[in-house]
């Protein structure tokens, strides 16, 4: 199928992922170090013990535009299938209600369906990933070096099949209020159900599926490896289709596949020179360099790859302020304004445009 999103912004395959790694500096990440953990855990900084939402009651009580009791209902509710469907991250075949005879039958994970073409069930897996909602998927050998730090997992799980889930761009272009974080939130439920329906449809094959989000891996370099897109200054993968306007999340398989080819289409270059994110951060936590570096800006970045490094304490403290999570970084980025309907629009509006 020919992507004509990709054709536009002229998009090369190429054979080495588009990042620059410090071997001497490069370690697996500790997922203590995720700001989310060390707000539970590390109290050297500000934010130990401060929970961002702590502030939904005051806001509400303020009356603020996108700060009220239906948009924080919203963005309450969109968390509900990521949240609580365990099914969603399961590493081992998900509890079902009913198996059908025929199924037991063919005792699905005692028997494997024979991979003569890893190439041709590559295709059969994108095409799945894409009707269980996936909306861009790719595939690479796990690199372990992504892993983190605290995650073993067996040698056998060779491939990854990294997948992107748009989110809603209306909901998103309302940032920071708590619509935006609706459209997050909704993300990471889609994720959710993508992951389970494509964990059974690998063990329906024989094989075996550890689902991730968040957890497990750091998913930025994984897509890249993937061919989904290229790391921009916000921190996040910038992809052709939709920018930074995705939430990611992936499979390790055992299951025969063939990896695809990461890709290019001048996102670094790009970013030296628009900054609109870095301008745009009301927590000034995306740096305004020139030049990517080595630098770390807190013990939250993972050092070791050439990168603007985003100060992820100062981010999390504006998010505490705001009382909601926030997407100003992804609303502003050109490369997620090509695919929006609308670069910016007032809760208000967002309402209206449901109509
Ligand atoms: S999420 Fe918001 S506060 Fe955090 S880096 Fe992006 S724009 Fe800045
Ligand atoms: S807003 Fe501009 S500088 Fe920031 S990630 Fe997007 S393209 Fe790069």
Redesign the pocket.
Same mark, same amino acid.
């Given at each position: 199928m020919k992507n004509k999103a990709r054709t536009l912004k002229k998009v090369r395959k190429v054979e080495k992922p588009p990042y620059t790694i410090d071997k001497s500096k490069l370690k697996r990440f500790s997922r203590k170090n995720v700001i989310f953990s060390r707000v539970m855990w590390d109290s050297s900084w500000k934010g130990y013990h401060q929970m961002y939402n702590e502030k939904m009651i005051n806001l509400i009580n303020e009356g603020r535009s996108g700060y009220s009791r239906v948009d924080f209902a919203l963005a309450y509710a969109s968390w509900v299938v990521h949240d609580a469907f365990e099914g969603g991250f399961s590493w081992k075949r998900i509890k079902q209600y009913r198996t059908p005879a025929a199924m037991k039958e063919l005792n699905w994970m005692k028997t494997r369906f024979k991979v003569e073409d890893p190439l041709e069930m590559s295709i059969h897996v994108k095409r799945a990933a894409k009707l269980f909602g996936a909306s861009l998927v790719g595939i690479c050998h796990l690199n372990r070096n992504w892993l983190y730090a605290e995650i073993e997992i067996p040698k056998k799980f060779k491939n990854a099949i990294v997948m992107a889930v748009e989110m809603d761009a209306d909901g998103i272009a309302t940032s920071?209020t708590a619509i935006a974080a609706a459209a997050t939130g909704a993300g990471y439920s889609k994720m959710a159900f993508t992951l389970a329906c494509m964990g059974e449809f690998i063990r329906n094959l024989g094989y075996e599926a550890i689902q991730c989000g968040n957890d497990t891996a750091l998913s930025i370099p994984l897509a890249i490896d993937a061919g989904l897109g290229e790391l921009g200054r #916000?921190g996040m993968l910038i992809t052709p289709e939709y920018g930074p306007r995705v939430r990611l999340c992936k499979i390790f398989t055992d299951l025969p596949l063939q990896p695809d080819n990461p890709i290019e289409f001048g996102v670094k270059e790009f970013c030296k020179k628009c900054k609109l @994110?870095a301008k #745009? @951060?009301? %927590?000034g %936590?995306?740096p305004l360099d020139d030049e990517p570096s080595f630098k770390i800006a807190c013990k939250s970045n993972n050092p070791g790859v050439l990168k603007w490094c985003?100060d992820a304490e100062k @981010?999390y403290l504006?998010?505490r302020e705001n009382g909601t999570d926030?997407?100003? @970084?992804i609303k502003v980025c050109p490369y997620n304004v090509a695919s929006a309907k609308k670069a910016s629009l007032s809760p208000e509006d967002f309402w209206k445009e449901s109509l």
């Open positions: 920071p #916000n @994110c #745009n @951060c009301e %927590a %936590a995306i985003v @981010c504006y998010w926030c997407s100003t @970084c």
